[in-house]
């Protein structure tokens, strides 16, 4: 493969690509699975004991909040392997004080950063598309709170 320039592609980077769009695939699959066999939980909840419901509906909303959070993982994922050039290096620069900016299409930059949405409120970080780029930003704070978690 080549682009205009007549620089050939890495042959790893479709590899890649193949591996990131199956894996994203089937990751949704499984959540999608998840979720519907929880809805049927839920659905007939009614005939559980009474302690049982409130654990069942906590179920389905952690599964469709893990739903949200792989699409914005699948979404990180795929931006990084888009933003890899002809030449095989990141097409990533570093915006001060603490973020990175990812080259990408502009549709496919604010298709990224609706997915992020979920993942980003999580780990406190910030994800804005704009100018062919999607710029990720953490602040110093959100490093020491996910710390104090592990």
Request: hydrophobic share 45%; glycine share 6%; charged share 25%.
């Amino acid at each position: 493969m080549t682009d205009g320039d007549g620089a050939a592609t890495p042959p790893w980077v479709p590899v890649l690509r193949d591996i990131s769009r199956v894996s994203g695939h089937e990751l949704r699959n499984a959540l999608n699975a998840l979720v519907v066999n929880l809805e049927v939980v839920r659905a007939r909840a009614v005939r559980l004991d009474e302690s049982v419901r409130p654990f069942v509906a906590q179920a389905v909303e952690q599964s469709e909040e893990s739903v949200r959070l792989a699409e914005g993982t699948i979404a990180l994922l795929n931006l990084l392997v888009d933003a890899i050039a002809p030449d095989g290096s990141l097409r990533l620069s570093y915006v001060s004080p603490r973020g990175v900016r990812i080259e990408s299409e502009d549709n496919v930059s604010q298709r990224a950063v609706r997915a992020l949405g979920p993942l980003a409120a999580r780990v406190a970080m910030t994800a804005e598309s704009g100018d062919m780029a999607v710029i990720l930003s953490i602040p110093e704070t959100s490093l020491t709170k996910n710390q104090e978690h592990e």
